[in-house]
């Protein structure tokens, strides 16, 4: 990983973007790195396009702005390619990942010519399978710990683990599908 990492999410409100860029910066501060995770604030609602960014750094961040120019870009909802310009800025040594169940060859024409790496994950199918409804969050923050290679495979589920026994500590029957979900999608990404 580079000395700073930038991460750009776009989501639609209610998918859990914002979540997922915080669970990020959390599992990522654990690891001793500098983290901001937040999303871009404005007129929300549920179903509206949102933004949510990541920067992870093994030195302090000093810049607190806005994320034009990501080394990766996370599409929660490909419907978004139609109507919002997520490669804009986007370097080509990153990527993007997008949750679909097309194939490179039917996203690549949506990119605006964007010539870097394209990820592929069904995160609404894995969430579907393992949750029994459609969380696309879960499966899009482990598919992109493992494209950017934030950090071990393990750790991140143990990370991950903690973080759900604390926040679903009075709903325990979530938590194994949220590990499962995590876990899938690890295996699932693929370089397209």
Request: aromatic letters at 8%.
């Amino acid at each position: 990983m580079k000395e700073t990492l930038e991460i750009r999410w776009h989501g639609r409100g209610g998918q859990g973007a914002k979540t997922a860029a915080l669970l990020l910066a959390d599992v990522a501060f654990e690891t001793g790195k500098y983290v901001q995770g937040f999303p871009e604030y404005g007129p929300e609602r549920m179903g509206a396009p949102i933004t949510a960014y990541n920067r992870i750094s093994s030195e302090k961040i000093y810049l607190h702005s806005n994320i034009y120019e990501p080394d990766y870009v996370v599409v929660v909802d490909e419907t978004l390619l139609e109507s919002v310009d997520v490669t804009a800025g986007l370097s080509p040594e990153g990527g993007i990942l997008i949750n679909t169940v097309k194939g490179v060859d039917e996203i690549r024409p949506l990119l605006n010519g964007y010539t870097g790496a394209v990820y592929l994950v069904d995160a609404n199918g894995i969430s579907l399978k393992t949750l029994g409804k459609t969380f696309p969050n879960t499966p899009m923050l482990s598919a992109i710990v493992k494209v950017c290679n934030v950090m071990d495979e393990e750790h991140f589920f143990k990370l991950m683990l903690g973080l759900y026994q604390h926040k679903f500590a009075r709903k325990p029957e979530v938590i194994d599908g949220n590990m499962e979900a995590l876990r899938l999608a690890y295996q699932e990404v693929v370089n397209g």
